[in-house]
């Protein structure tokens, strides 16, 4: 058991600093000022998280792509805080670690937006009831079998919108080891 906290934790960390490969595609200087410029505004990411889902840490409800500081006070001072320059963004991405899930955040004009949620042990729960090292049928019971396949990371997305939010579970066998909320992607 303790291995798969290990793989899901690695895993969790390869998908979160993916974003971070080289963007060198051939482009000049100025193509890239250009496409940082059309990225999606705090503003917009937000309004695309608004149907999807929300994990729920005591009376607290937390959306994808909604500012941190609304969240801030509600959850305490983190275990654990890192930050460091954003690769894809202009400022920092930050990571809180509370207890038994960690928030990573991306800015965006000058403010901190909730990028996703990992959840680290089994003490934590999604809205819907399901928490890590319970079994792919459980996933379902609370999901259904509308999830997406992508390359083993089984993908929820609200209302079939996949420019939205997402839930992931990566599962060993039948036994969920992963459990992530991520923001919609930021083009």
Partial sequence: MKNFKV????????MSFAACGSADDGKSGDDVSE?????TTGAE???KEEAGFVFVYGDTEIQMGHLMSEY??????PIKYFESASCAFDGLDKMYSYNSFQITTYPVDDKDYVGS??????MVETKEGVSLFETKADMIAAYGENYVDENGVLVYYPEGNTEGMKLCFILSGDEIVSIEYQAAALE
Avoid: N, P, R
């Avoid at 793989?7 to 390869?14: E, F, H, P, S, Y």
């Avoid at 496409?35 to 990225?39: A, E, R, T, Y």
């Fill in 72 to 77: 801030l006070d509600a959850l305490g001072e």
């Fill in 45 to 47: 990411a937000q309004e």
């Fill in 35 to 39: 496409q940082s410029s059309s990225k």
């Fill in 117 to 122: 949620i990992l959840f680290l042990d089994d």
């Fill in 7 to 14: 793989l899901a934790l690695l895993l969790a960390c390869v």
